[in-house]
C-alpha cells in the first residue's frame, strides 16, 4: 500500500516520502478501514518540526483521523462488517491506503454525511465535543473565547458555542479569517495581528468579562485569558502553538513560564479553573468515551449543528502542498486527502 512517511523532522513537508509500505493486518479488537479520506491536524505539523511528544519514532506514518470501509475484521470483531462506510479515529498511521484501528474507535458515517465531514468530525469534531459539551458543558448566555477560531477545531467550537447561545469572541490572523468569523456568526471576531485581545476584550469596562476560554496557543495568552476569567469561570487549554518558532531552550522556557502558574487556593479563591485537555490520553485510558463523542459529533452534524469548513480535498500527491498550507496559517476550517484520483 502506498503511504506517506515522516522520514525526520525538519522545518518543511519535504520530510515526508511517499512509500510502499507492507498492508497491516488487524490484530484482536481492531479493524482494517480501506481509507477513502485522511484528514490533517495541526499536530502533524508539530510532530514535523520534532515538537509533539506523542509522535512515534521515524520513520512513521501520521495521520489521525480517517474515512473510509471496513475491509478486513480482526479474530473477535462481530460489531462491524466488511463494506461499513466509518469514520474514526486512527491513532497514527491514517496517511495510508489502509489503516488499522480500534473497533470502538470508528463510528457509521450516516448517509447524509459526506467522507470529508468525516474526516473533520473525527478529531477536530471529536476535541469541540469534549471541550464544548462533555467536560463543563457551554449555557446559553455565556461569554466565551475561542482562540484559533477559523481553524480544524475552532469553526467547530464556534458552530457548537452559537447553538448553545454564547456571546463569542474569536481570534484568528488573517483579514480573510476574519470575515469567515464575522459570516459565522461570531459576535466580536479579533484580527490579534492588528489588535490586543486583551485589551479589546477587556475595554468594554467589565475587566472580567468571560465565561470561557479556549486556549490551543499557550504560554502568554493562557495568562492573559486567566484575567479575564470571571469567577466561576474556566481555561480550557488545548495546545502548544506559541511554542513554534521558539528556536532554543532559553526562549522555550521563557514561553513556558509565560503562561503563569495557578495554585489550587488562589484557584478556588477566584472559583476559577484552569481543564487540560490531551484526546490521545483520553483514547488511552477512556475510551469509551471517545466512542460516545464520535457518535454524537456524527449527530450533531445530522442534524447540522456541526457544519464542518472543509478548506479543500486534495489527491494524495498535493499532500506536501496541503500540509505547507496548514503550517503557514493559509487555511481555513479542515484539510483533506483522497486516495481516490
Ligand atoms: N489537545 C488535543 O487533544 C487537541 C486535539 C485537536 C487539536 N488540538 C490543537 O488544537 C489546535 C487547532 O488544531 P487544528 O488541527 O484544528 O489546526 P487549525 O486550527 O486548523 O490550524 C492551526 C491554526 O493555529 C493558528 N496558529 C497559531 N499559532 C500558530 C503558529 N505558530 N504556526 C501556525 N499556526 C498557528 C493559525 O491560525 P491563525 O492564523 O488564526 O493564527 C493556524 O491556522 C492546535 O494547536 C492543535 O494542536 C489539540
Redesign the pocket.
Known amino acids: 500500500m502506498r503511504a506517506w512517511v515522516l522520514t525526520r523532522h525538519g522545518d518543511s513537508p519535504d520530510t515526508f516520502e511517499l512509500r510502499s509500505l507492507p498492508t497491516p493486518k488487524p490484530g484482536p479488537g481492531q479493524v482494517r478501514v480501506k481509507v477513502l479520506r485522511f484528514g490533517?491536524?495541526?499536530?502533524d505539523?508539530?510532530a514535523m518540526l520534532g515538537l509533539y511528544r506523542d509522535c512515534p519514532p521515524l520513520p512513521a506514518v501520521l495521520g489521525y483521523d480517517v474515512a473510509g470501509v471496513i475491509d478486513e475484521l480482526g479474530p473477535d470483531v462481530d460489531d462491524w462488517k466488511l463494506g461499513d462506510r466509518v469514520f474514526g479515529l486512527s491513532r497514527f498511521g491514517g496517511y495510508a491506503e489502509y489503516a488499522i484501528t480500534e473497533a470502538g474507535a470508528i463510528t457509521k458515517l450516516p448517509d447524509s454525511l459526506t467522507l470529508e465531514v468525516g474526516v473533520a468530525l473525527a478529531?477536530?469534531g471529536v476535541?469541540a465535543q469534549y471541550m464544548a459539551n462533555y467536560i463543563q458543558p457551554l449555557r446559553q448566555g455565556e461569554h466565551v473565547l475561542i482562540?484559533?477560531?477559523?481553524?480544524?477545531?475552532?469553526t467547530l467550537m464556534v458552530q457548537v458555542a452559537l447553538h448553545a447561545g454564547c456571546i463569542i469572541y474569536g481570534?484568528?490572523?488573517?483579514p480573510e479569517?476574519i470575515k469567515y468569523l464575522r459570516k459565522m456568526g461570531v459576535h466580536y471576531p479579533i484580527n490579534?495581528r492588528e489588535e490586543d485581545f486583551f485589551q479589546v476584550i477587556s475595554q468594554d469596562g467589565d475587566l472580567q468579562p468571560l465565561d470561557a476560554v479556549f486556549d490551543?496557543?499557550g504560554g502568554k495568552s493562557v495568562k492573559l485569558g486567566m484575567k479575564l476569567l470571571k469567577p466561576g469561570g474556566r481555561m480550557v487549554t488545548?495546545?502548544?502553538?506559541?511554542f513554534?518558532?521558539k528556536g532554543n531552550i532559553v526562549t522555550k522556557m521563557a514561553n513556558f513560564l509565560a503562561s503563569g502558574f495557578y495554585h489550587p487556593l488562589v484557584l478556588t479563591g477566584g472559583s476559577r479553573s484552569v481543564i487540560g485537555?490531551?484526546?490521545?490520553r483520553?483514547a488511552d485510558h477512556k475510551p469509551e468515551v471517545l466512542g460516545q463523542l464520535m457518535a454524537q459529533t456524527a449527530e450533531l452534524a445530522s442534524r447540522k449543528v456541526f457544519r464542518p469548513e472543509i478548506f479543500s480535498v486534495v489527491p494524495a500527491n498535493q499532500f506536501k502542498e496541503s500540509l505547507a498550507m496548514?503550517?503557514?496559517?493559509?487555511?481555513?476550517?479542515?484539510?483533506v486527502v483522497s486516495w481516490e484520483s
Open positions: 490533517l491536524n495541526f499536530a505539523v508539530m478529531t477536530q476535541t482562540h484559533a477560531a477559523a481553524g480544524g477545531v475552532g481570534t484568528a490572523g488573517s479569517k490579534y490551543p496557543i488545548f495546545g502548544g502553538s506559541s513554534i518558532g485537555v490531551n484526546m490521545l483520553l496548514l503550517q503557514n496559517r493559509a487555511t481555513i476550517g479542515k484539510l
